[in-house]
Nanobody, 121 residues
Framework: QVQLVESGGGLVQPGGSLRLSCAAS????????MGWYRQAPGKQRDLVAT???????KYADSVKGRFTISRDNAKRMVYLQMNSLNPEDTAVYYC???????????????WGQGTQVTVSS
């Protein structure tokens, strides 16, 4: 069984910063792309940023220059450093990853349970 568990969400004032973390655990053979998505109330879930196992990154235009995605392959972790936060960044943030399972070597896409980020004064 494979799990993604996020942490680090919370309430922050406009202009502030937060760092999200996501840990992958379970019967994992290999982790390919890892990423963050977010979903605001009444809206669809949107891509925030992704990072490949080699370190190539991709960002949504709305977060470029403010957010930084990184990963630690040895620890099976992905991070999202969020700076200059504004109320439009308020959403539930989800970790996502393509993971090959140990044993049967099946590649599947996994989601975490989400962590709430609220930007408000």
């Amino acid at each position: 069984q494979v799990q993604l568990v996020e942490s680090g969400g919370g309430l922050v004032q406009p202009g502030g910063s937060l760092r999200l973390s996501c840990a992958a655990s379970g019967s994992i053979f290999d982790i390919n792309i890892m990423g963050w998505y977010r979903q605001a109330p009444g809206k669809q879930r949107d891509l925030v940023a992704t990072i490949t196992s080699g370190g190539s990154t991709k960002y949504a235009d709305s977060v470029k220059g403010r957010f930084t995605i990184s990963r630690d392959n040895a620890k099976r972790m992905v991070y999202l450093q969020m700076n200059s936060l504004n109320p439009e960044d308020t959403a539930v943030y989800y970790c996502n990853s393509d993971i090959t399972r140990q044993g049967d070597f099946v590649l599947l896409n996994y989601w975490g349970q989400g962590t709430q980020v609220t930007v408000s004064s």
